[in-house]
C-alpha cells in the first residue's frame, strides 16, 4: 500500500523558514510523481510543486517561484520542500501526494492521476 507522511510544519513569523519532508513508502520516486499540494478551509487545493517520475523535473506555482524548492533523496524515497520567505497567506496545510505526473499551467501545479495524499501537515505564518 502507498503511503506518504508528510511533517515538518509548524508555526512561524512572515519572512521564515520551514522545511517540510515526505517519506513515501510502497512505491518509489521512479514509478510516481511525488508533489506537494496546500489547502485552506473553504478554498480549493492548490497545487504547490512536484517532481516528475520521468525525468526528475521540477515545477512550481508562480507563487512559490524563488521562495520554495523540492527536492528528492532517492536512497530515503523522501522528498523535501524548502520553504522561505514565508508569507501569512503560505497558511495552509501541505499534504504530499503520489500522482501519475504533473504539469505547469496557467501559473499553477496540476497534477493527474493523484491517487494518493497523507494527512498532511500544518504551515502556520504569522504576520
Known amino acids: 500500500e502507498v503511503q506518504l507522511q508528510a511533517s515538518g510544519g509548524g508555526l512561524v513569523q512572515a519572512g521564515g523558514s520551514l522545511r517540510l519532508s515526505c517519506v513515501v513508502s510502497g512505491t518509489t520516486l521512479n514509478d510516481h510523481t511525488i508533489g506537494w499540494f496546500r489547502q485552506v478551509p473553504g478554498k480549493e487545493r492548490e497545487g504547490v510543486s512536484c517532481?516528475?517520475?520521468?525525468?526528475?523535473?521540477?515545477y512550481y506555482a508562480d507563487s512559490m517561484k524563488g521562495r520554495f524548492t523540492i527536492s528528492s533523496d532517492n536512497a530515503k524515497n523522501a522528498v523535501y520542500l524548502q520553504m522561505n520567505s514565508l508569507k501569512p497567506e503560505d497558511t495552509a496545510v501541505y499534504y504530499c501526494?503520489?500522482?501519475?505526473?504533473?504539469?505547469?499551467?496557467?501559473?499553477?501545479?496540476?497534477?493527474?492521476?493523484?491517487?494518493?495524499w497523507g494527512k498532511g501537515t500544518q504551515v502556520t505564518v504569522s504576520s
Open positions: 501526494a503520489a500522482s501519475l505526473g504533473c504539469f505547469y499551467s496557467d501559473s499553477v501545479v496540476h497534477f493527474y492521476g493523484m491517487d494518493y
Open positions: 517532481v516528475t517520475s520521468r525525468d526528475g523535473s521540477t
